[in-house]
């Protein structure tokens, strides 16, 4: 199992609900649990939630059960998107950096390249001083078996940020949003 209690998961999409049902309007997925393999149906009452986010409210017999219908469908890992879902906004961890010239020369100057070629300040000076006293505030992230990594909180909202290990999408929940 991927996934733990709290967490919060993305229900897959209708396009891929309906690439996978059959004629009954339902699609089965084994699993495999405590040693054995396992079978648990999508089934067409299920497809209300698809796209949705939802937090896992409990786990038993190796299925999850979600807040979005009370506990009351079984869902398995592959009943979700495989996608980061950005950290709830009581739960962000974020650090500041400075690009300070003497620290960052490289990062610095495209900076300074990016606000004269957009017009935001006219001349180097003034945009100098602002990217020196400017702070930057990333997200960190952390993906389980792969590694640390952050985005800056202003992209976090965008719907084309990737993780630079798995190339997984990081998604904000509507519901954290």
């Not at 495999?32 to 409210?57: L, Y």
């Amino acid at each position: 199992m991927k996934h733990k209690i709290n967490e919060t998961v993305k229900i897959i999409s209708v396009e891929e609900y309906n690439d996978k049902r059959g004629e009954n309007e339902w699609f089965d997925v084994e699993f495999k649990h405590n040693g054995s393999i396992d079978t648990e149906s999508f089934v067409v009452n299920m497809s209300d939630f698809c796209g949705k986010f939802a937090k896992i409210v409990d786990i038993r017999d190796g299925r999850y059960f979600l807040d979005i219908d009370d506990g009351y469908f079984f869902w398995v890992d592959e009943f979700f998107e495989d996608v980061i879902v950005a950290n709830d906004i009581d739960d962000v961890e974020t650090i500041n950096i400075t690009l300070r010239k003497d620290h960052y020369p490289k990062l610095f100057q495209k900076k300074l390249e990016e606000l004269l070629e957009s017009g935001a300040f006219d001349n180097e000076e003034s945009a100098t001083r602002w990217i020196e006293s400017t702070p930057i505030t990333l997200e960190l992230f952390y993906e389980k078996d792969s590694g640390l990594f952050a985005v800056e909180m202003e992209a976090v909202d965008t719907d084309n940020i990737v993780s630079p290990y798995s190339q997984k999408t990081i998604v904000v929940s509507d519901s954290l949003a």
